[in-house]
């Protein structure tokens, strides 16, 4: 069974960094897309960043497009986000993600969610 676990997530202040982590268990995801969405209160789940497991091609959103890079460890089947220059609009609760449809954007296209990890951005 597929596990997702999140961390990293926390308070910061408007132009810190943060990097998130996911630790993916319970298959191999070679054919996988894994992925970052967000949602902040009172918005629907929003597409942020996708790599494919195998060949670490990547997909951005417009929103944190020049200021985040989703990156993965292979070997120890960890997902990252690192993402820089935080801004307010940047909070929310952010979730890591797996499913086998390339680079999906739609949160209905990925079958696997990990808890999720709340990042608050302070000015």
């Known amino acids: 069974q597929v596990q997702l676990v999140e961390s990293g997530g926390g308070l910061v202040q408007a132009g810190d960094s943060l990097r998130l982590s996911c630790a993916a268990s319970?298959?191999?995801?070679?054919?996988?897309?894994m992925g970052w969405f967000r949602q902040a209160p009172g918005n629907e789940r929003e597409f942020v960043a996708a790599?494919?497991?195998?060949?670490?091609?990547?997909s951005y959103a417009d929103s944190l497009k020049g200021r985040s890079t989703i990156s993965r460890d292979y070997t120890n089947k960890t997902l990252y986000l690192q993402m820089n220059n935080l801004k307010v609009e940047d909070t929310a609760v952010y979730y890591c993600t797996a499913g086998t449809r390339y680079f999906a954007e739609t949160p209905r296209e990925y079958p696997y969610w990990g808890q999720g990890t709340q990042v608050t951005v302070s000015l």
């Open positions: 790599i494919r497991w195998l060949g670490g091609m990547t």
């Open positions: 319970g298959r191999t995801f070679d054919s996988y897309t």
